[in-house]
């Protein structure tokens, strides 16, 4: 199992920045894949930005130059680094991490984290 706590969230004018940390129980070297994912008020949970074990990172179109994904893995933390924050990255901002198991993938959420871009 792991165990994810975020940090970071809150409330920022628009074309600011905030910093989202999520650590991790266990080693990130034992996880496959680690990543943050949102959801904004009547709409699904999609995915902002990820890593996997090979270092591949994939961002939404969205967030792409303005969002980076980063981890410290002596600190078995991952980060997103949030630069030019418009009102709709308003959401609830998810830590996700991907565990390989036998047979199938078990995937472990945190609690999330909510951020606030205003106008």
């Known amino acids: 199992q792991v165990q994810l706590v975020e940090s970071g969230g809150g409330l920022v004018q628009a074309g600011g920045s905030l910093r989202l940390s999520c650590a991790a129980s266990?080693?990130?070297?034992?996880?496959?894949?680690m990543g943050w994912y949102r959801q904004a008020p009547g709409k699904q949970r999609e995915l902002v930005a990820a890593f996997n074990s090979g270092s591949i990172t994939n961002y939404a179109d969205s967030v792409k130059g303005r969002f980076t994904i980063s981890r410290d893995n002596a600190k078995n933390t991952v980060y997103l680094h949030m630069n030019s924050l418009k009102p709709e990255d308003t959401a609830v901002y998810y830590c996700?991490?991907?565990?390989?198991?036998?047979?199938?993938?078990?995937?472990?959420w945190g609690q999330g984290t909510q951020v606030t871009v205003s106008s």
């Open positions: 266990r080693s990130i070297f034992s996880i496959y894949a």
């Open positions: 996700n991490a991907e565990v390989l198991g036998i047979g199938r993938n078990y995937d472990y």
